[in-house]
């Protein structure tokens, strides 16, 4: 696997050759890296560009996110222990970045075993998270399927972007919730849950589906966390939040949204 050493604890790894600072593969997705430890990165450049990528590294904070304003790179293989700025304000300001580039996905990594610091970094908006040490074949993994969704995001924006449930309307360009005409109060997470459930009518997501489908985690759905933000959804949404018609809850396995509401 690859293990972060430098100044942080020597362990062993394999003998690899030192590469160029920036690699190039095949295919037409560019990734940047942000890691200061200079080892870490080049084994994991010269494995993504085995696999097709164009990669770049940038040894801190600062200097990653000059890139990033540079040249646009596809994802961002984001450090959380920085020399200079933390990963989590690098990410805060990837967000902040205007046009499409504030879009651009994030996987971070971290050493910490902290699971706040995952979940800050999942709130601020980050797409994904691998702790360290990771084994390369699930970097690879995470990247393709963060790329993958955000392609799949991007061809579906020829969708029409209000969703009408009776009363309930749900409109993706503007943010905003409405029933009956009036507007919903809900946090940016709890629209993403929302149109998330509203875009899966009448099928029955677990938990874990409904994480995956908002934050493209596969892992560690925060159950009870899952369940208050329902329960304020609930209350935005529903008529009467102890007789729910919208979101019902399927007893030992997670939420279902009606079709048929009304």
Same mark, same amino acid.
């Given at each position: 696997?690859?293990?972060? =050493?430098?100044?942080?604890?020597?362990?062993?790894?394999?003998?690899?050759?030192?590469?160029?600072?920036?690699?190039?593969?095949?295919?037409?997705? /560019?990734?940047?890296?942000?890691?200061?430890?200079?080892?870490?990165?080049?084994?994991?450049?010269?494995?993504?560009? =085995?696999?097709?990528?164009?990669?770049?590294?940038?040894?801190?904070?600062?200097?990653?996110?000059?890139?990033?304003?540079?040249?646009?790179?596809?994802?961002?293989?984001?450090?959380?222990?920085?020399?200079?700025?933390?990963?989590?304000?690098?990410?805060?300001?990837?967000?902040?970045?205007?046009?499409?580039?504030?879009?651009?996905?994030?996987?971070?990594?971290?050493?910490?075993?902290?699971?706040?610091?995952?979940?800050?970094?999942?709130?601020?908006?980050?797409?994904?998270?691998?702790?360290?040490?990771?084994?390369?074949?699930?970097?690879?993994?995470?990247?393709?399927?963060?790329?993958?969704?955000?392609?799949?995001?991007?061809?579906?924006?020829?969708?029409?972007?209000?969703?009408?449930?009776?009363?309930?309307?749900?409109?993706?360009?503007? /943010?905003?919730?409405?029933?009956?005409?009036?507007?919903?109060?809900?946090?940016?997470?709890?629209?993403?849950?929302?149109?998330?459930?509203?875009?899966?009518?009448?099928?029955?997501?677990?938990?874990?589906?409904?994480?995956?489908?908002?934050?493209?985690?596969?892992?560690?759905?925060?159950?009870?966390?899952?369940?208050?933000?329902?329960?304020?959804?609930?209350?935005?949404?529903?008529?009467?939040?102890?007789?729910?018609?919208?979101?019902?809850?399927?007893?030992?396995?997670?939420?279902?949204?009606?079709?048929?509401?009304?």
């Amino acid at each position: 696997n690859f293990t972060a =050493a430098s100044s942080r604890g020597s362990v062993p790894r394999p003998s690899w050759r030192q590469p160029p600072a920036v690699y190039t593969g095949p295919m037409s997705s /560019r990734l940047l890296m942000i890691e200061d430890d200079g080892r870490l990165a080049a084994m994991v450049g010269e494995y993504l560009a =085995a696999s097709g990528f164009a990669f770049a590294h940038a040894a801190d904070g600062l200097s990653g996110l000059a890139h990033v304003q540079a040249d646009a790179p596809d994802l961002v293989i984001l450090d959380l222990m920085l020399p200079d700025i933390d990963g989590l304000d690098v990410c805060r300001r990837i967000r902040g970045l205007p046009g499409e580039t504030a879009r651009t996905p994030i996987l971070m990594l971290t050493a910490k075993g902290d699971p706040m610091d995952r979940i800050v970094g999942l709130e601020l908006g980050a797409d994904d998270y691998l702790p360290k040490p990771f084994e390369p074949r699930e970097l690879l993994a995470r990247i393709r399927a963060v790329l993958r969704r955000r392609t799949d995001a991007t061809a579906s924006t020829s969708a029409p972007q209000v969703m009408r449930f009776g009363s309930l309307e749900i409109d993706r360009d503007a /943010r905003t919730v409405t029933v009956a005409g009036a507007p919903c109060e809900l946090t940016s997470y709890q629209f993403d849950l929302l149109v998330a459930l509203a875009e899966r009518a009448g099928r029955v997501l677990t938990r874990d589906q409904i994480m995956e489908a908002v934050r493209g985690r596969e892992l560690e759905a925060f159950d009870r966390s899952i369940d208050v933000h329902m329960g304020r959804i609930r209350a935005a949404i529903e008529h009467d939040v102890k007789a729910p018609k919208r979101i019902l809850t399927v007893r030992g396995v997670g939420y279902v949204f009606a079709r048929q509401q009304e």
